[in-house]
């Protein structure tokens, strides 16, 4: 495997072998050699890749709109929200290939810490990696705070890992990062910019309780009818007698709410 000679400041070149001399003060490097993007992770070396940006931020716009239009979120989310700014960030994912009898698979991890949970089991979108290079232009990407060892640690404990590894790598996932408002409080939401996927962890999602309401009250009425009603026959009569406008209740609080 690849190794960083700490004495020296080299490290061998995870694609080429080439040996390179590490730069101080950065983790980034460009193979002299093959020009692969190399990232250096205390004593390991892994190539660098960017997925590419396919959504531009018109189409983040109108990614982010069908989501809010969209069952997740609260009623009429598309049109009582204030949309402020949408920019470019992209952000590091540990990838780790697996081979086996059966094929490849491929399991990421989060490279660095996230308040949005979607963010830490996103698949990555299926198609051709770039080398990161000096990244996107204007784009900032978040630097990578969670080690390599860390995300192995984390690969460890999934069950579904299996096989023998046959690449790690880091990878930068492009998003456009939105910003809006909502009964004036400030919310963000991601928009995942290879397949227009739309994230969040914090958003004004619809109100639990009279689903809760609905809920309890069908239970209490079945309950007390369980206890009045003896013969059977009669019992599943009240009970679908009682399950009708129970349903109607539920289907008219699901459009109101
Ligand atoms: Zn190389």
Request: proline share 6%.
């Amino acid at each position: 495997m690849t190794a960083l000679d700490g004495s020296q400041g080299k490290v061998s070149c995870p694609q080429c072998g080439g040996e390179n001399v590490l730069p101080t003060g950065t983790s980034l490097l460009l193979c002299a050699f093959c020009g692969a993007s190399v990232f250096v992770d205390r004593s390991q070396v892994v190539i660098h890749y960017r997925v590419p940006r396919l959504i531009d931020e018109a189409q983040a716009r109108e990614a982010l709109r069908r989501w809010m239009a969209g069952n997740s979120t609260v009623k009429d989310l598309d049109r009582l929200a204030t949309l402020g700014t949408v920019e470019p960030l992209s952000f590091p994912m540990w990838l780790f290939r697996f081979q086996d009898a059966s094929g490849e698979s491929v399991i990421v991890e989060p490279g660095a810490a996230t308040p949005i949970g979607e963010l830490a089991d996103l698949d990555l979108p299926a198609g051709k990696l770039d080398p990161f290079g000096d990244g996107e232009a204007g784009v900032e990407s978040i630097a990578v705070s969670v080690p390599l060892a860390t995300a192995k640690g984390w690969l460890a404990q999934r069950t579904k890992a299996g096989g023998q590894l046959a690449e790690q790598a880091l990878v930068h996932v492009p998003l456009w990062r939105c910003d809006y408002q909502y009964q004036g409080k400030p919310y963000v939401a991601l928009v995942e910019a290879s397949t227009g996927r739309a994230m969040a962890s914090i958003f004004p999602a619809k109100a639990e309780s009279p689903y809760v309401a609905v809920a309890v009250l069908g239970f209490i009425l079945f309950l007390i009818e369980g206890i009045v009603f003896k013969n059977p026959f009669l019992k599943a009569f009240v009970y679908a007698a009682t399950a009708v406008p129970v349903l109607a209740l539920a289907y008219w609080v699901t459009r109101k709410v």
